[in-house]
């Protein structure tokens, strides 16, 4: 797993200045030791969460007193093992992981306590422009899709049967390869479709090796597709913690629905260096487009129904379970009034 150290990197002067003079001579200070350490364990490192990271290079943590420390888990089920076991204190990733374990059984479960995106945040990719593209056009195909059981994967079924295909026998779905690994594997891999997210999907047309066709987040329309969650035993014990993490997110939130794609993309850059700032500025803009972060954390009662009746849909859902005991509201509402 790759592991990311957070400090506050630059001031939000430096981030904002359009003078590449006066950026170069901000720098950040030394550690306060008065911070609370935090380990935050999210599902992948995706533009995707775009809001977490401006909240990072803002320096929103550091001000609401926490010194964080970002954990790539690649995978939900990666990320719930590590909070299951106490190897991260906040996990970052689909609701459906909480709902397994609740499920199977769990003690000491996984609580949502803010949801961060609205909508999917992946992409079908294919070898060539298809202006007049329709998800019937599937039928008969090879995909590389997602984990079984995964948020992105379940998504894709739920857009496949609303357009009245088979997800299991009316085309081929790959889900042999490992995640954040397809787009690599696509170009020899004989499929006609990958899955992609960003910035997989906008590095696959900068390299000539795929077309973004369709947005699932478009077609699926609002799903609580991401959330941040904790043990419960965690939320009892740090609830002042839970707290400042919730207001660093919101407001996180606040500054990529009040700011130009051009903005988000200077700000975030440094968590993506391998990416050009063309291309974040363009991947950000199709995420914002598309209405993907919500405008605050709050994560709802029907939101929490939807995913079950996925799941359901998607043959995943062991049993219903109360949204009750697998969410709360608390942090999200009073961060939203601060």
């Known amino acids: 797993m790759k592991h990311i150290s957070v400090k506050r990197m630059l001031p939000l002067l430096c981030l904002l200045t359009a003078s590449a003079v006066a950026a170069a001579g901000c720098s950040a200070g030394p550690a306060d030791s008065r911070l609370t350490p935090v380990t935050l364990n999210e599902v992948a490192h995706s533009i995707f969460y775009a809001p977490q990271y401006a909240a990072i290079e803002l320096g929103y943590f550091e001000e609401e007193g926490i010194d964080l420390t970002l954990v790539n888990g690649a ?27 609740y499920a199977n059984g769990a003690e000491d479960y996984a609580v949502n306590f803010a949801q961060l995106t609205q909508r999917a945040g992946n992409f079908l990719v294919g070898r060539q422009p298809e ?113 400042k993490f919730t207001n660093a997110i919101q407001r996180g939130l606040d500054f990529v629905n009040s700011h130009t794609p051009e903005e988000i993309a200077q700000v975030i850059k440094p968590q993506f260096p391998e990416t050009d700032l063309a291309s974040l500025t363009r991947i950000v803009e199709r995420y914002q487009a598309q209405d993907t972060w919500k405008e605050d954390t709050i994560f709802k009662e029907e939101s929490f129904l939807l995913l079950q009746n996925i799941l359901e849909e998607g043959g995943e859902l062991p049993a219903r379970v109360p949204y009750s005991e697998l969410v709360t509201t608390e942090f999200s509402e009073k961060a939203v009034s601060e």
């Open 131 to 243: 202006e007049n593209f329709d998800w019937s056009q599937l039928a008969g195909k090879k995909v590389l899709g997602g984990r079984k059981g995964g948020m992105p994967e379940l998504v894709f079924e739920y857009i496949l049967k609303k357009h009245g295909l088979d997800p299991a026998a009316d085309l081929n779905i790959d889900q042999s390869i490992s995640f954040g690994l397809t787009a690599a594997a696509f170009p020899d891999s004989g499929a006609d479709y990958s899955v992609e997210f960003e910035p997989f999907a906008t590095g696959m047309e900068n390299q000539g090796t795929g077309i973004v066709i369709a947005s699932l987040g478009e077609e699926s329309g609002y799903v609580p597709y991401t959330a941040y969650s904790a043990k419960k035993s965690y939320l009892n014990a740090h609830p002042d913690i839970i707290q």
């Open 75 to 101: 995978g939900a089920d990666k990320v719930m093992t590590a909070l299951i076991s106490g190897d991260a204190d906040i996990g970052f990733m689909g609701s459906e992981a909480s709902i397994y374990t």
